[in-house]
């Protein structure tokens, strides 16, 4: 199984959108939390930073993605959480000998730090997978190609649990079966970008699986 980082493993997108959302203000166009979300949630800073010079029509004026990350990672140093029941979904993946990576916008040092924070990252050992190491980040299929490949099982027989209308685009992009996580974004809203089925809590992820939950 394929799990998103931010917002399906660990609870951290009001942190970085939060954080994003002051840091493109500082550079001009006036953003709120909401509306950080709706554009930039799911996809890597390197885009989202392309598409804020581009309604600018100049480059932000400082090295946005550098004083994100510092000032995120300051943040979740001491706030950052597991989302709740995704450790005991782990745990009943592990028991059916289900393989599990990470497939994240985030940076490899970013998903490393938040995995180790959260106590999750025994989970995933060396699996963990970063848009910065394809051409195209989510909403394309790249990174979600990249992980099944590294954990070598073909893509239709591969479950991705995604947060965001742009990965459940990737996902489906890559003919993975997406499910999503309704915490931010709407069930409305992953459904129309694909998303096969919708939960609200990690425990209705296992009986999707065929799987018994702890």
Same mark, same amino acid.
């Given at each position: 199984m394929v799990f998103d980082c931010d917002g399906v493993l660990v609870d951290s997108e009001i942190i970085n959108n939060a954080v994003f959302a002051e840091l493109v203000t500082r550079a001009g166009l006036p953003t709120t939390l909401e509306q950080s979300i709706e554009r930039y949630m799911g996809r890597s800073t390197t885009e989202c930073v392309a598409d804020v010079e581009r309604e600018l029509g100049r480059p932000v004026g400082f090295d946005l993605p550098t004083v994100y990350e510092h000032e995120v990672l300051a943040r979740q140093r001491d706030e950052l959480k597991a989302v709740d029941g995704v450790r005991d979904l782990l745990e009943v993946l592990r028991?059916?000998?289900?393989?599990?990576?990470? *497939? =994240?916008?985030? #940076?490899?040092?970013?998903?490393?730090?938040?995995?180790?924070?959260?106590g999750l990252a025994a989970y995933f050992g060396e699996h963990c997978y970063s848009a910065s190491m394809v051409a195209r980040g989510k909403p394309e299929p790249d990174l979600f190609l990249l992980a099944a490949d590294r954990i070598g099982i073909d893509p239709a027989d591969c479950a991705l649990i995604?947060?965001?209308?742009?990965?459940?685009?990737?996902?489906?992009?890559?003919?993975?079966?997406?499910?999503?996580?309704?915490?931010? *974004? =709407?069930?409305? #809203?992953l459904r129309t970008a694909g998303a096969a089925h919708v939960v609200t809590a990690m425990a209705q992820v296992p009986p999707l699986l065929g799987l018994t939950a702890a």
């Open positions: 028991d059916a000998a289900m393989p599990v990576c990470v *497939a =994240s916008s985030g #940076t490899p040092p970013e998903i490393a730090f938040r995995l180790r924070v959260t995604e947060d965001s209308p742009f990965g459940v685009r990737g996902g489906r992009a890559a003919g993975m079966t997406v499910l999503g996580y309704a915490a931010l *974004a =709407s069930a409305d #809203t």
